[in-house]
């Protein structure tokens, strides 16, 4: 019996981390910072329009239930395009914007306040994230589950002071004059050293390790 009761466990585990992401999120995995290179002096400069761009969060528990909410991106966040095509950028996370969205008041500051703190993102040391871009490529990744996907990027993502690079499918529509990119990614949270309750020991506290982004950012020339 105390082993049915286990299985039953460790299924209901499983079914609560496979559903805590949208089915059409990728995930990415963590790998080596790649080398940055110096964007033309041809390219032109697209800025991130704040009011226009829109990125929300998502984490979520084992036992069921999670936070969600949204962050927005610091001035000096920039796409770089030549010819028609991405070809740079960076992205500057504002970790001050965090604002949980699915609580209001009391409870939204105190979540705010964890999610700042040393045992999570570390703001007062580390207050902003960052993403630059290292490669665009068109056409998606063969992993993606992004519907519509239309090229692969590829970029080091630096949070808590840790830079990795990773990959993911954007639906990317460049103009004469501005610049929109969506997608839909999760990633292992503790692979940038963001290490809270990631022990399953914790039982009912343990907080599944990935962090969910949805991302759709403008920028205008």
């Not at 990415?28 to 929300?56: L, M, W």
């Not at 993606?144 to 692969?152: D, R, V």
């Amino acid at each position: 019996m105390k082993k049915l009761q286990l299985s039953i466990a460790a299924l209901a585990l499983m079914f609560a981390v496979s559903c805590g992401n949208n089915a059409e999120s990728t995930k990415v995995e963590a790998g080596e910072a790649q080398k940055t290179e110096d964007v033309s002096a041809t390219a032109a400069t697209y800025t991130v329009d704040n009011a226009a761009t829109k990125i929300q969060w998502k984490g979520s528990k084992a036992i069921g239930g999670g936070h969600e909410g949204t962050i927005a991106l610091k001035e000096g966040s920039i796409v770089n395009v030549e010819g028609g095509k991405v070809v740079g950028g960076k992205f500057i996370f504002d970790f001050n914007t965090l604002t949980p969205t699915d609580i209001q008041g009391e409870k939204a500051d105190q979540l705010k306040g964890h999610l700042l703190a040393d045992d999570f993102l570390g703001a007062t040391a580390h207050p902003e994230g960052h993403f630059v871009i290292t490669g665009v490529t068109e056409g998606a990744p063969a992993d993606s589950k992004l519907a519509g996907a239309t090229h692969t990027v590829t970029g080091n993502l630096t949070l808590k002071g840790q830079e990795h690079s990773i990959t993911f499918p954007a639906i990317i529509t460049v103009t004469e004059t501005s610049v929109n990119a969506k997608s839909e990614l999760y990633f292992d949270r503790t692979q940038w050293g963001i290490n809270y309750e990631s022990d399953a020991s914790v039982k009912d506290k343990f907080i599944n390790k990935e962090i969910e982004l949805k991302l759709d950012i403008t920028a205008n020339k």
